[in-house]
């Protein structure tokens, strides 16, 4: 399928991407990795005619420790995020949930922001990010601003991205002490697939209590969100499976799923509740190992 | 159109500055700016890994990528692997089999460079991980597994050109080629990207046909208007139903229901209603966009109960044999079922329900048509593996006769049944290129693949079977209603087919089958693989299971007190010669660790058995002709160093080539490496029906055996002369000719020949097969299922079901199959690999799925997901002993009746596992899980046949 034609801007800074973003909207689409775009113009669903790569803005790459926190810019491949040494010594969660994603093709190539701009309801990294108390910076034409992960998605394919505005980075905070992660993901197959649901936990614990839940929904709702009331039942709470069990049918119970190809509301739900369960456990288990 | 960027690419070593549009992805500047085509296109949308090339060291799909987005990178494509010497990954695929029909093999093998370069050791996981982003069809995926962990030993060895033995081998026959697993003749060509698949063809003038399908189910069209898209600069010819031939084609004579373009009526979304020819694709994309179409939209039926229903909307009137939408009734009765249950100690009845899989060949459809004015010759290139019935398609709707015709195939890319008919590309290309005066390409994309479809038939089935209390059948009733789509394509045959199988496998005295082919609005069903065999073989491997359980008895003691014998007549007339039914149940038991498993794994594993079996060759043509149903010819070389074996049977990746060349070189009495094969070019090579009903190795074979014959025939004729002995006293191998009784006197191969050259002029042989005449029973249908032989396997499955979310791995499948003597264990293994792993999708995985408008939901490779490497089970495949008298050197099939006893084996293991009874395809988690909610057999209460609901 040919695409449609569009005009190709290589801006080589990020004030300049931004000013053209904001001059060319909305017939404008930024370009990451590809992945996910490049598909979309072949079935129409983009269609701007003015692509502009990103590839060529130095701020947009590199992983690196900024004070106490972990910054990876946007366009660092899903690839490096999931091998970086850097990434696996802060936050382990988010190399396994990008090397979750797709193919290693997809993984050379996809980026990081591209799996947060396009804002795909099943994308992998987002639940890992937001139990991981991560936050987006963004650079636009009136400058730069800096929002909460949970804050950045909007909806099914929206964010709050502003025309011009580009996602430079991601921005992760050191991970509390005593705490484990776990993202327990369910797709038809084992080889390169879609999540059906997917569910990120990041578990505090002192003293044989738990004194922090995050967890976090993938493919179950328009947007990658937390839940909550699930993790607030947890807090003060030692870990138990019964505790984990109230906690993941209140997970189940606050998802929002769709019926689709890869499965139904019902069967959806179902999945959040045992991925939910079996993510508290993997990430109590976790937490103990670096607990006193 | 948007100004060219030129973009600066290190290709293999070589610095390329290219011109090219923004929206020009890597993979179309590497085929079409720089002709590297041993990089494909197979999906498009970053799901296959067709594509797969390393940018900077890193395997990347080069459909994702921008040309522009590579700028100043390096790229390697398969073409720089190899450096003269095979890259030593290409001679380990090479030797362990990892390829079939090469569509996937350059882009496995840059995921495997990729990850060798980083990691020279990998384990199966991590090769498991790598390729995963690499979808094989032909199901090597154990074989690449293979491959790269192996890859090393060929490091320090330079590639040679001879063939070298793999060392697997079933079987001990007196034979020097066949039976040793020589590497496929097509092998080189395919890991060096050398193999031109149809769209890899480029020719001086060429330009780009695509077609319009309809966007709506079912509706008259009222208006077409092509102006705007033939005043669009750059579109050479637009087509509509007006334009082209009228009348109506089919693959069955007694069923010719397709237009080339519709007239007036669409009768499903993707329905071909016009055609265009432009200067590239992005031009004839556009231009379809400009066509105005009108449509009356009609009510539409999207299942067969529906389409049966007294208000149905008829979807052919044009065609009064076809009131209700009833394509195609059998009424089969042998014996007397009433009397058979009623002889009964049990009788079970289910009703069970299939899906409608995808053939999901990796290759899409292409053709090249080219219209050679001067002489009024069309010459046409076609990813088909029925050229025979293609080029007889295109004489009579073209009117032209076939002697202008001339017929190609090259490379085809897996075909499974999807490309076993003329398309309207083929005919589309054909007439555009006779309106322009230009060659023209025309392919699918994936979508319109799964648009045109000719997947298998979603059958709901109503099975009954009566055993005696020690597991004697004493009677089988079938009831099954099939749902063809929008045309017959192959499915009269595919009606008949889900009867006439069941009794080959099993005695049994009484068989009742009705079986309803009907129209709906959805893309048409064809021939798949195992031929409209496999549903009711799950639905009959279920339910002798849960008679099992019934009674008492182990399923496999169930199937042996039943098994077939050699030498016997089944009750519906087919011929069964060979059988070694009985050794494969035995030797999958006992090897299998069956008694030790079976009923006695833990919760959540389980293991099951399936059997299943097939024809070796329809034994008669789908049109009527006297004509031998194979045919060869070998020339052999003037210097006798090589001869050439013509033949037009279709190698579509099964390695039916390679099998053919052994049968050859054995006959000859040659080395492997003498004999080349001509292309399968009806200018070059006589009539072969091709390459359907699991028919190549036994017909074609033949052929090519007796055409050798004839060779051999002569030559011994001049060594007898020679050496001055009887002619029957002569033999030859290994390239001599000699006295069997003193071998020290003989003469070599090459320098008789030449002689005979001398003498004689051209030395050529050859062949031809016919089946048996009168096969079958004298009853409407009954040729349906006839064949000079079958085969016989059983598969043992082993799974573990996941409790929780319903998720199914199978973990190990153990095969013994009875396909007679085996030409070469690697394709022989190959095939049987490959059923495991596409009869696990078919059961597990695969469905296409549509909305309440008729509009395909899943018709691409991320939401119709067919296995993966990551899929591939622990596998084991043996053939047992056995010889079959009427096929060439003993040979029968095995590519399609491998399949078959996987479907049963995998649900089988899982009600093992978690005592759910899965009775309708394909067996998804959500199922299992249902199932394990009611805490009960997921069964369903048998409901009327759908026959009797319809009757008015």
Redesign the interface.
């Known amino acids: ?8 801007h ?1 801006p080589a800074s990020l004030s300049e991407a931004c000013a053209l973003g904001q001059r060319l909207q909305p017939d404008a689409a930024f ?1 990451a990795g ?2 996910d775009l ?2 979309d ?2 079935r129409k669903r983009e269609t701007a005619h003015h ?1 502009i ?1 990103l ?1 060529a803005i130095p701020e947009l790459h590199g992983i690196a420790i900024d004070g106490d926190v972990l910054r990876i810019g946007a366009l660092s491949t899903l ?1 490096e995020v999931a091998s970086s040494p850097l990434v696996h010594g802060w936050f382990p969660l988010l190399a396994e949930a990008a090397h979750s994603v ?5 993984r ?2 996809a980026t990081i922001g591209g799996n947060f701009c396009r804002a795909v309801p099943c994308a992998d990294t987002p639940p890992a990010v937001l139990v991981g108390d991560g936050r987006v910076r963004l650079m636009g034409p009136d400058g730069d601003r800096t929002l909460a992960a949970d804050r950045f998605f909007v909806g099914a394919r929206e964010t709050a991205l502003r025309a011009g505005e580009v996602m430079v980075e991601l921005r992760l905070p050191v991970q509390p002490a005593h705490s484990g992660a776990s993202y327990q993901r ?1 797709a ?7 999540a059906v649901a997917a569910v990120a936990v990041r578990i505090t614990l002192v003293r044989g209590r738990i004194t922090g839940a995050r967890i976090a929904l993938g493919a179950v709702s328009p947007t990658p969100r937390l839940a909550v009331d699930a993790a607030a039942l947890l807090e003060g709470d030692a870990p138990s499976e019964v505790a984990f069990a109230r906690a993941a049918a209140v997970c189940a119970e606050s998802a929002s799923p769709i019926d ?5 509301i019902a ?1 959806r739900r ?2 959040v509740r ?1 991925l939910a369960q079996r993510a508290l456990t993997e990430a109590t288990d976790r937490a103990q190992r670096s607990s006193p | 159109m948007s100004a060219e960027l030129l973009v600066h690419l290190s290709v293999n070593g070589i610095e390329h500055a290219v011109a090219v549009e923004p929206q020009a992805t890597l993979l179309t500047t590497l085929r079409h700016d720089l002709g590297l085509t041993g990089t494909k296109r197979g999906c498009g949308t970053g799901d296959c890994g067709a594509c797969t090339v390393l940018v900077d060291g890193d395997a990347v799909n080069a459909c994702l990528m921008l040309a522009a987005a590579a700028d100043g990178k390096r790229i390697t494509t398969v073409e720089g692997l190899a450096h003269g010497e095979l890259h030593p990954l290409q001679q380990a695929f090479i030797h362990h089999g990892a390829l079939q029909c090469g569509y996937c093999t350059s882009g496995a093998l840059m995921s495997a460079k990729a990850l060798i370069d980083a990691n020279p050791e990998p384990a199966t996981v991590e090769i498991k991980e790598a390729l995963s982003g690499n979808l094989c069809r032909c199901g090597t995926y154990p074989r690449m597994i293979r491959a790269v962990a192996g890859w090393r030993q060929f490091a320090a060895v330079a590639s040679d050109a001879r063939p070298t033995d793999t060392g697997e081998r079933d079987q001990r026959r007196d034979h020097d080629v066949v039976g040793v697993g020589v590497p496929r003749v097509d092998a080189a060509d395919k890991v060096t990207g050398r193999a031109k698949y149809t769209a890899d063809l480029r020719l001086p003038g060429m330009i780009v046909g695509r077609l319009l399908g309809s966007p709506i189910a079912h509706g008259l069209i009222t208006r077409i208007d092509v102006s705007r898209a033939r005043a669009l600069p750059g579109v050479l010819a637009v087509l509509t139903g007006a334009d082209v031939p009228q009348g109506w084609y089919g693959v069955s004579p007694a069923r010719e229901d397709e237009q080339i373009l519709a007239t007036d009526r669409v009768r499903y979304v993707g329905d071909e209603i016009a055609a265009v020819a432009a200067v590239d694709e992005a031009t004839a994309e556009r231009a379809l966009a400009l066509i105005e179409v009108e449509f009356e939209e009609l009510p539409a039926v999207f299942d067969a109960a529906a389409a049966m229903a007294p208000a149905a909307p008829t979807i052919h009137p044009e065609h009064p044999r076809y009131a209700g939408n009833i394509n195609t009734r059998v009424d089969w009765h042998f014996g007397d079922v009433e009397q058979g249950f009623a002889e009964a100690d049990h009788v079970r009845e289910q009703h069970f329900i299939g899906n409608r899989p995808y053939q999901t060949p990796m290759e899409p459809h292409a053709t090249v048509a080219r219209w050679e004015h001067h002489s009024d010759r069309l010459t046409l290139w076609s990813s088909t593996q029925t050229p025979h019935y293609l080029h007889r398609s295109l004489s009579r709707m073209l009117g032209i006769p076939m002697g202008n015709i001339r017929v190609i195939r090259p490379a085809v890319g897996g075909g499974f049944g999807a490309k076993a008919e003329a398309t309207p590309l083929d005919f589309c290309a054909a007439i555009l290129a006779r309106m322009t005066g230009r060659p023209v390409l025309m392919e699918y994309t994936r979508e319109e693949m799964f648009r045109h479809f000719r997947g298998r038939h979603k059958q709901h089935i109503d099975l009954k079977i009566g055993v005696k209390r020690d597991g004697t059948i004493t009677a089988v009733e079938q009831r099954v209603v099939l749902d063809g789509g929008a045309y017959t394509s192959f499915g009269v045959i595919t009606a008949y087919y889900a009867g006439s199988m069941l009794p080959t496998l099993y005695r049994m005295p009484h068989y009742r089958y009705s079986g309803l082919r009907v129209y709906t609005n959805l893309p048409a069903s064809g021939a798949f693989r195992g031929h409209g065999v496999p549903q009711p073989r799950f639905a009959f491997e279920s339910l002798l299971d849960m008679i099992a359980e019934d009674l008492g008895l182990d399923p496999i003691e169930l199937r042996l007190i039943n098994a077939m014998s050699p030498n016997t007549r089944t009750v519906n007339a087919l011929d069964v010669s060979s059988c070694e039914f009985r050794e494969t149940l035995l030797r999958a038991r006992e090897t299998s660790g069956w008694s030790e498993k079976k009923g006695k794994l833990p919760p959540g594993r389980g293991i099951g058995v399936g059997c299943g079996g097939f024809v070796s060759g329809a034994g008669y043509p789908i049109y009527r002709s006297d004509f031998p149903h194979s045919n060869a010819m070998i020339r052999v070389h003037e210097d006798g160093t090589g001869a050439t074996l013509h033949i037009a049977a279709a190698e579509i990746g099964q390695g039916s080539d390679t099998v053919l060349v052994q049968i050859a070189a054995e006959t000859l009495g040659v080395p492997y490496d003498r004999v080349w094969l001509a292309d399968c070019d009806t200018v070059v090579s006589p009539l072969d029906l091709g390459s359907y009903s699991s028919r190549v190795t036994l017909m074609a074979g033949h052929a090519v055996e007796r055409a050798a014959a004839d060779v051999m025939a002569q030559l011994f004729a001049v060594a007898a002369g020679e050496l001055s002995c009887e002619r029957a006293a002569l033999r030859a191998r290994g390239g001599r000719i000699f006295v069997a009784d003193a071998p020290a006197t003989g003469i070599d191969w090459a320098q008789a020949a030449r002689i005979a050259f001398a003498r004689q002029g051209p030395l050529l042989g050859k062949g031809s097969y016919q089946p048996p005449k009168g096969l079958g029973g004298d009853f409407k249908g009954g040729a349906v299922g006839t064949s000079p032989a079958y085969s016989f396997s059983t598969a043992v499955a082993e799974v573990s079901v996941d409790l929780e979310t319903g998720y199914v791995t199978v973990d190990r499948v153990t095969d013994f199959s009875d396909a007679g003597t085996v030409i070469n264990p690697v394709t022989f293994h190959g095939q049987v690999e490959g059923s495991i792993i596409m009869g696990l999708g078919e059961t597990l995985l695969e469905d296409t799925l549509f909305d309440a408008s008729g509009r395909l939901l899943n018709p691409n490779l991320h939401d119709y997901l067919i296995p993966t490497i990551g899929e591939t089970p622990d596998i084991r495949t043996v053939a047992v002993e056995s010889f079959e008298p009427n096929g060439p050197l003993g040979a029968k099939e095995i590519g399609e009746g491998s399949l078959l006893p996987v479907l049963g084996a995998i649900a089988n293991a899982v009600y093992d596992a978690c005592g759910v009874r899965v009775t309708e395809l394909p067996i998804t988690p959500e199922k299992i899980l249902n199932g394990l909610a009611h805490g009960r057999p997921m069964l369903r209460a048998p409901r009327p046949h759908a026959a009797e609901v319809a009757t008015p």
């Open positions: 399928m040919a695409l449609v034609d569009f005009a190709y290589r370009l590809g992945t490049i598909p113009y072949q692509l790569a590839a690839a797709g193919s290693r093709q997809v050379s190539v369910f038809r197959r084992n080889g390169s697939s879609l689709d190809v890869r499965g139904s069967f179902d999945l045992v």
